[in-house]
């Protein structure tokens, strides 16, 4: 019965290679041969002490070619995608594939045996062994992105014991393809909010009668942000609010005015790098921005990951950065986009960067009382006081810089400049960086014009010295 020990990692299945434990076979073979060794080794030292050492030697010299053999061929691809779990493994052209289709029952185990207190999780299949996966390899968010993926595609699967599933605490999200849910959406959003009264809607709910809500990600205060399946888009963003007070008050009517004149302004954003805002709705007195759905890591998630970046990477970052905030610092009218942090950019699977939120929407989830850890620290005094202008943008951008640079929150409310231990050994780029974080507003003159120049220039230089 093959055996994932290590299963899952991130949600994104197909990219990272797992080990997988051999096949009983394997292993007795090595077992056998070793002990066969090791028994004739005293009756060579008796009869033969010449061959003793000799066969020493090759004892130690079959062992270091056998284990790390052994270990590449161990290790394997596992990939989770519409057909089903594909195991694959380095150094072979074995390929196994269990079928969603064949798939007929999940089972909670206890060593073999179903449970409630589960060490083990048995996926059985029509026409192929069972497929056991270790409940202490697999985090409490890919099993439940597994157990989607299972029902999605195989909706009649029966899973036993069923009270395990509330045991374990584990949320049943039997529409979503998890490979669209992606971490983007739910590890650091859901830090916006705290909990409150405000009722978001159910799984299945149906708006405009083509957005079927799949699983909410976040809520709080009077706002909540859904994973959704658009009929003709496909996986979508789903971002709603309700404002409080009767709709004669005068505070409730300006609310109303302000988001819907943003939103108007925010469906026109059309950039490469910035995340697709399809459209704005009213129903049953709630408001929806609808949002293109992303697959990717926060700039967050990123560095917690890998560390700070190296100084070429940043570079390259920095421009894409930049290139944004110069589109929306030029758009008619500007657009100061007030939230841009490690949380609200992303790296997509081609590497380029996209921004997923805008601060601007901060009247669209107002009401919400939560705050994205680390947020105060990139923004400048004149934002803190709600004078915030194109410049506050450029702080942000500063406090990303120095962020991807150090891997830490630039500190709150103070002057901050780079260290020596961070990334950025660049005398050029570092005085870039600095006059970005410039903490009065009269001294922060830089834009982003000069941003994007200075960096290609960095860029430019990197390449003479190269090629000398």
Known sequence: ?????????????????????????????????????????????????????????????????????????????????????????????????????????????????????????????HRQPALVLELSAISKLNLEAALSQASYYCPKVAIHPSETIAALGIKERRLIDPLDFTELWQSHLDQR??????IPLEQGHRLQQCITVLAQVASGGMSAVYLAKHDQRGPVVLKESVFSGSRENDKFKKAVELFERE??????????????????????????????????????????????????????????????LHFL????????HRDFTPDNVIICEDGKIRLIDFGASSIFLGTATGTVVGKIAYMPPEQIKGKSNLASDIYAFGCLMYFLATGKNPLP????????????????????????????????????????????????????????
């Open 1 to 125: 019965m093959p055996t994932a020990s290590r299963f899952f990692k991130e949600l994104d299945f197909s990219d990272f290679y797992q080990r997988h434990k051999q096949e009983g076979w394997l292993v007795n073979w090595a077992l056998l041969v070793t002990t066969a060794v090791t028994a004739s080794l005293p009756v060579l030292y008796v009869l033969a002490p010449e061959l003793f050492v000799l066969t020493i030697l090759l004892g130690l010299l079959t062992v270091g070619i056998t284990l790390p053999a052994l270990a590449f061929l161990s290790l394997g691809k596992i990939k989770l995608d519409s057909r089903g779990i594909e195991i694959s493994r380095l150094g072979s052209l074995d390929e196994k594939l269990y079928a969603w289709s064949d798939l007929t029952k999940i089972t909670f185990a206890k060593n073999g045996q179903p449970s409630l207190e589960p060490n083990q999780l048995v996926l059985e299949f």
């Open 193 to 198: 909010f705290a909990s409150t009264n405000f």
């Open 263 to 324: 939103a108007t302004l925010l469906t026109k954003i059309s950039h490469p790098r910035i995340v697709k805002i399809y459209d704005y709705f009213v129903e049953d007195n709630r408001h929806y921005l609808l949002l293109e759905h992303i697959k990717g890591k926060t700039l967050r998630n990123f560095t917690a990951k890998h560390g700070a970046v190296s100084e070429v990477t940043i570079i390259e970052w920095g421009i894409q950065m930049a290139q944004v």
């Open 329 to 336: 610092h030029h758009m008619e009218p500007p657009i100061v």
């Open 413 to 468: 409310y103070e002057q901050n400049y780079l260290p020596k231990d961070s990334t950025i050994k660049s005398i050029n780029l570092k005085h870039l960086v600095n006059d970005c974080l410039k903490l009065d507003l009269k001294d922060r003159t830089i834009r982003t014009k000069e941003i994007i120049a200075r960096l290609e220039s960095l860029i430019s230089s990197r390449n003479s010295h190269a090629e000398r």
